[in-house]
């Protein structure tokens, strides 16, 4: 039954972890102690609790990364970083403390109750951040943009022409006036922070263009580019918060692990479905929501389209076509029978990625990625 001398739970937090161990000799597991989140503090205590035995370690994803993870197994051991949303709980245990987490996770691991989660290489975990560091830019710019917009509301001054943000928008701004001086520095404050929010945005997308250059799934991210709805921004983001694609043995489990299948509740003979669990990945959940709404056109290979497609290969190509007239067809199809625009872009999204699958399994092949992907 057990694989392992030892497993031993790490409750870790910013300053400080908590450390229990699990022997197969003992029943239960017993807490070790308390340690200083520093790497000669966590490699002195594994020396000391391993020795010369088999041994395997556990901590929960969180804020403190995966440095506790490369250390570890820098070291020889076995780690798993578990998902904290996964971790089985007790339903009437009112007492939570980094003591008795540190024990259940021990306790929890030895018994093989833990989901572990797919740990990045450094190389990965870069592009993750680059790609979320333009993610958090923009909302930034999104923020920046509606406050001023707000502010110009409450003063009656309304843009008359049709679309805002654009430089007939901004010579518009430019010849406003307010009756305070006040009120014409805070507007003026509001329209550099906008200017400045853009400009930060601009310069992180043209960080992604270069960094996409030397990367190794560089020819995935042009394969997904292929696909309408998905452009560099998007294919990006999409590999740096997945990659290892072929870690799902079949599109279906990439999409509950996106958290695009419905929720469900049944007992008995009543049978309960309801919206997306909304579980796994957020940032590529939504991304790949914001490119299912270019579904609701006809489909159609316009020259922008075949100009993203144009460093795919022929093969890639035909799937993303193929991709384009099932789901174009299948957001109207959905439309008719009385669904929700939102609800049928979800719909949509969810077997967008399946033709993702599949075009990242033409590209690298089915059992290469994670060689790709790992060095």
């Known amino acids: 039954m057990y694989q392992y001398s030892k497993y031993v739970g790490l409750d870790v937090h910013k300053e400080k972890i908590m450390v229990a161990v699990a022997e197969t000799s003992r029943r239960g597991p017993v807490y070790y102690g308390e340690i200083a989140n520093t790497a000669e503090a966590v490699a002195k205590a594994i020396k000391k609790i391993a020795g010369q035995e088999n041994v395997a370690f556990c901590y929960e994803a969180g804020p403190c990364g995966y440095g506790l993870y490369r250390q570890i197994t820098a070291m020889g051991y076995q780690c798993d970083v578990v998902a904290p949303s996964l971790i089985p709980k007790k339903s009437g245990n009112r007492v939570k403390t980094d003591r008795r987490d540190s024990i259940s996770l021990?306790?929890?691991?030895?018994?093989?109750?833990?989901?572990r989660v797919w740990v990045p290489d450094r190389e990965q975990e870069a592009m993750r951040d680059l790609t979320r560091a333009r993610e958090d830019m923009k909302m930034m710019e999104r923020h920046s943009r509606q406050r001023l917009g707000g502010f110009l509301l409450r003063h009656g001054k309304v843009y008359p022409g049709r679309s805002k943000w654009t430089k007939a928008h901004f010579r518009w701004l430019e010849g406003i006036r307010f009756e305070t001086a006040t009120q014409q520095i805070v507007f003026q404050e509001y329209v550099d922070m906008v200017k400045h929010t853009e400009g930060r945005v601009a310069a992180m997308e043209e960080e992604m263009r270069k960094a996409v250059d030397s990367w190794k799934l560089k020819e995935v991210v042009e394969g997904l580019m292929a696909l309408r709805g998905v452009n560099l921004i998007a294919a990006m983001t999409i590999i740096a918060e997945l990659g290892d694609i072929s870690r799902f043995s079949s599109p279906r489990q990439l999409m509950a692990h996106l958290g695009l299948v419905p929720s469900e509740h049944s007992s008995g003979e009543k049978r309960k479905r309801g919206g997306i669990t909304k579980t796994g990945n957020s940032h590529a959940r939504r991304?790949?929501?914001?490119?299912?709404?270019?579904?609701?056109?006809?489909?159609?290979k316009?020259?922008?389209l075949q100009r993203k497609a144009a460093k795919a290969s022929k093969t890639v190509q035909e799937i993303a076509w193929k991709a384009q007239k099932r789901l174009c067809n299948r957001y109207w199809h959905l439309?008719?029978?009385?669904?929700?625009?939102?609800?049928?872009?979800?719909?949509?999204?969810?077997?967008?990625?399946?033709?993702?699958?599949?075009i990242v399994c033409e590209v690298m092949g089915k059992g290469t990625v994670s060689a790709a992907v790992n060095g």
């Open 106 to 115: 021990a306790g929890l691991l030895r018994a093989g109750e833990l989901t």
């Open 287 to 300: 991304v790949l929501v914001e490119a299912s709404w270019s579904y609701r056109l006809p489909a159609r």
């Open 302 to 304: 316009t020259a922008h």
């Open 335 to 358: 439309i008719n029978k009385g669904k929700l625009p939102v609800e049928s872009c979800t719909a949509v999204a969810r077997e967008l990625v399946g033709f993702i699958w599949a």
